[in-house]
């Protein structure tokens, strides 16, 4: 079973920058939409970036200008670089695919990765 994996959270000052990665584990369909969602406490999870299989990218109102989303096809994995952060982005990060496999369409999560901006 395909697992995705993600890495590269961390406690970082106020301004700082961390990249994230998300990498599946095992051989995976086509990967058609990849997400990054993010949980704070108390919070719902909501969508930060998204990156389509033509490149297209969206992002949260809360991080333009700031967060990058990238995805290299060829190692499937999405990265997402992360600038200028402030402690309203300290949260549980989230990669999420959407899998075309045959006539099968899923979504797989990654466990989630802490980012802690604080000083």
């Known amino acids: 079973q395909v697992q995705l994996v993600e890495s590269g959270g961390g406690l970082v000052q106020p301004g700082g920058s961390l990249r994230l990665s998300c990498a599946a584990s095992?051989?995976?369909?086509?990967?058609?939409?990849m997400d990054w969602y993010r949980q704070a406490p108390g919070q719902a999870r909501e969508l930060v970036a998204r990156i389509t299989s033509g490149g297209s990218t969206n992002y949260a109102d809360s991080v333009k200008g700031r967060f990058t989303i990238s995805r290299d096809n060829a190692k499937n994995t999405v990265y997402l670089q992360m600038n200028s952060l402030r402690p309203e982005d300290t949260a549980v990060y989230y990669c999420k695919w959407e899998i075309h496999s045959g006539l099968r369409i899923y979504n797989i999560w990654g466990q989630g990765t802490q980012v802690t901006v604080s000083s």
């Open positions: 095992g051989s995976i369909g086509s990967i058609n939409i």
